[in-house]
């Protein structure tokens, strides 16, 4: 038996002696953290494997899987994370879960999902091709495009470029710069697009999107320019109407007689 746990122990120093060559001579593939810097590997060298830490832990760059309550990587990361709060200097590349505490945040592109349960939510300053979820908490924020945001209960959703949807059950707001997909909501107080929106803007008090519609809008007050589609509400508005509008009060001002203000039903092709 004794021998059986001598041969172990070789085995396992070996693995320790060899990991800079299999790793990469500026990577380890395991790391444990109390907290930086008081973990077996430096700040300065990169994980490829298992990273845990109890506190914190911090490298320059994280490959595998990473579990622990502060998790950060100050340059790229790839694999899946799990924390309270995990911060990445540059890019991420795949899952990023918040279960509770202040969520995920990354500096540069991310690809991939990040979700947050209970937290402030969810942010990346680069380009995302990815979706973010947040069930609980502020919301989600994307610098660029995003693929898809979702807030259950917070303030809402923004990006201040394009998505290809955004829902949020009970909240504040949707904002992006141009949609193609959906704006939807259960109940919240707006849902802005800046420029242009291709599908469905439904759910919201006011309902407003700063150029065109192509689709639908549905809400207490609907607000575009232009409308190709249809508008259904209490009170719709537009200057171009390609469409239908169902409400209270229909206006299409760009309609040169009488009929740009009318009740129930206006419509213009």
Known sequence: MSKRFG??????????????VFAGINSRPFQLSLFSPVQII???MSVNGLRLNLIYSKNRGMTGFDLGLVNQVEQDFQGVG????TMVGGDATGFLICPVGLGNFVNGNMAGAQFTYIGVGNWVNGEGACAQSTMIGAGNYADQDVLFQSTGIGVGNITKADAYGQTIGFGVCNVAQNINGMQFAVADLFNYTALELNGLQAGAVVNFTGDRVNGLQIGAVNMSPQVTGMQIGIVNYTDMLDGLQIGLVNMAMGKDHWTKVLPL???AW
Request: aromatic letters at 12%; glycine letters at 4%.
């Open 42 to 44: 430096d700040e300065d």
């Open 7 to 20: 041969y172990i122990g070789l085995v396992f120093l070996f693995v320790l002696a060899a990991a800079p």
């Open 82 to 85: 799990m924390a309270a709060v």
């Open 265 to 267: 039903i206006n419509a």
